[in-house]
């Protein structure tokens, strides 16, 4: 490795021209494969650009900025016609992490609201950025610029056969009783929350019991991720250790109940819990299922970082161009791969294979993780 420098590549391609066909054309050196068709940046150069959009959530004219203090001119307009040209390139291979994902009999999802321009009208329209997770490793990000249960749809499809882990949202219901093959596992993270904004609003002794059990749950399950328990071992541990203290919060909430007005924070809270606990209390059945939905909330937290820098998209196009990238960045984190490495590899391998069916699966961080991992042979004398 070597410390980051920009330098420029002269590619000198000799040509020669024939001694007794004169008039056939000259014969010149092939062009070397670049990422882009007759575009000039590098590998690295492109995957700098891409780190520094979505990792470090550095926006294109401030990254215009530092370079040119550097001493390197690149127009932001250049900057961005090279993006966009890199989605055809990588576009197929996010696809491919998308069927991988949709392949999961066990999917979190989580959405959230990003602003976007709509040209010509002078404002911002909110559309959302949706994820679907699997918690073995696989993710991928869905624009629309809707939040219906239409565009769930358009997500995981009408037939998703399995168990979908995510909020109290409606729209997850509806789409569960439209498809008989679903069952709904409920968030553990998102009942706790209630109850801690009210103790936040002044002492509750009842929320604090609640909220002492759901530690005790969590307790549980920080051990068990310390020892690296297998599923079979979670379902075993959580039977002889959870099960009772998931039963004994049911029992408190339905006792406590009658004593709090429907309208106060308690009583929100209580109608929240106990209108989902038969749901969380599915993670029980399972060794596999998560006891929230965190890993699908912690993909978005790039996003809204990045928000912070950015505040919105340039339009409702960027929004389906940065789902792509951001399904790239993410998989990259998710399976412990470094970004900069894998576009790198990425963009100077793809543009010499021959595109076949199933090519853009062996181009997945998945599959470049796996291709770390096998051991190398050592050259004998």
Aim: glycine residues 8%; aromatic residues 10%; charged residues 20%.
């Amino acid at each position: 490795d070597v410390t980051a420098k920009f330098f420029k590549r002269r590619s000198v391609r000799i040509k020669f021209r024939r001694k007794v066909q004169r008039h056939l054309p000259p014969i010149v050196a092939p062009a070397p494969v670049t990422p882009l068709v007759g575009g000039l940046p590098a590998a690295g150069l492109l995957a700098h650009l891409l780190v520094g959009k979505y990792i470090d959530h550095l926006p294109i004219y401030r990254q215009e900025k530092i370079f040119l203090r550097y001493g390197v001119g690149i127009p932001r307009d250049m900057i961005v016609h090279w993006l966009h040209q890199s989605i055809n390139l990588l576009e197929p291979v996010a696809q491919a992490i998308r069927a991988q994902t949709l392949a999961s009999s066990y999917l979190q999802i989580d959405e959230t609201p990003v602003r976007y321009l709509v040209p010509g009208s002078g404002k911002a329209s909110r559309g959302y950025m949706w994820v679907a997770s699997d918690p073995q490793g696989g993710l991928f990000y869905h624009w629309g610029v809707g939040r219906g249960c239409e565009q769930l749809i358009e997500i995981i499809g009408r037939n998703f056969s399995g168990d979908i882990q995510c909020d109290g949202y409606v729209v997850y219901k509806t789409y569960a009783k439209t498809n008989a093959l679903v069952k709904l596992l409920a968030c553990l993270a998102h009942i706790r929350r209630n109850f801690v904004e009210v103790l936040d609003a002044g002492p509750d002794p009842d929320a604090a019991i609640i909220l002492s059990l759901i530690g005790e749950l969590y307790g549980i399950e920080a051990d068990l991720r310390t020892a690296g328990a297998t599923p079979a071992l979670r379902y075993s541990q959580r039977g002889q250790r959870s099960a009772a203290i998931v039963g004994r919060i049911r029992e408190v909430m339905e006792v406590t109940q009658a004593k709090h007005r429907p309208a106060s924070l308690m009583g929100k809270a209580l109608f929240y819990g106990l209108g989902h606990w038969a749901s969380l209390a599915r993670y029980l059945e399972d060794g596999h299922f998560e006891i929230d939905n965190n890993l699908a909330e912690n993909a978005v937290r790039p996003l809204k970082l990045g928000a912070k820098n950015w505040l919105f998209m340039g339009s409702e196009t960027a929004g389906q161009t940065n789902a792509i990238w951001y399904t790239l960045i993410e998989s990259c984190s998710r399976r412990k791969v470094d970004p900069w490495k894998y576009l790198v590899w990425i963009f100077e391998e793809l543009p010499k294979v021959k595109v076949t069916a199933g090519t853009f699966a062996s181009y997945t961080p998945k599959a470049y993780a796996k291709s770390l991992s096998k051991p190398r042979l050592k050259k004998t004398a």
